[in-house]
C-alpha cells in the first residue's frame, strides 16, 4: 500500500497539463505555504479571506474565483514569542494521542497525553 501517489517516469509526458488551483490565480490546489510579509501589511486579512472563500467557495478578495468549496484549517499563531508547534496532520485516521506527542509532552493540553 503506497501513501503517497506514484506516477512511473514514462507516463509522465501522458499527463495533461492542466493547473487545478484551490483559489484560480492565487493558490494551486496541492500548495502548502506562509503568509508572510512586513508588519500590518494586512497578511491576517489575507489568510482570513483566503481560508473564508474556500470554505465558502466564493472568490476571494471577491477577485479569484474558488473552483470549489473545500475544508479549511487557519492556524492564526500571530504574536506568539517563542512558540513552538508539533502537528500532526492524518486525514483518514484520529487517535487520541498522535505518535509525535512523545516529542513534545509539555505542549500537550488533553488528560491521555503521554508524560
Not at 28 to 46: M, N, R, Y
Not at 64 to 78: C, I, M, T, Y
Not at 93 to 98: A, N
Request: with cysteine; charged share 20%; glycine share 6%.
Amino acid at each position: 500500500m503506497s501513501l503517497l501517489p506514484v506516477e512511473p517516469a514514462y507516463r509522465l509526458a501522458e499527463r495533461s497539463e492542466e493547473h487545478r488551483w484551490l483559489v484560480t490565480g492565487l493558490w494551486s490546489e496541492q500548495a502548502v505555504g506562509i503568509v508572510g510579509g512586513e508588519p500590518k501589511c494586512c497578511k491576517s486579512f489575507l489568510a482570513l479571506d483566503l481560508a473564508v472563500a474556500v470554505a465558502a467557495g466564493v472568490p476571494c478578495l471577491r477577485r479569484f474565483a474558488v473552483p470549489r468549496a473545500g475544508r479549511v484549517l487557519l492556524f492564526a499563531a500571530e504574536d506568539v514569542p517563542n512558540l513552538v508547534v508539533h502537528a500532526e496532520i492524518c486525514e483518514d485516521i484520529w487517535i487520541p494521542v498522535p505518535p509525535s506527542s512523545a516529542a513534545a509532552p509539555d505542549m500537550m493540553h488533553c488528560p491521555s497525553a503521554r508524560t
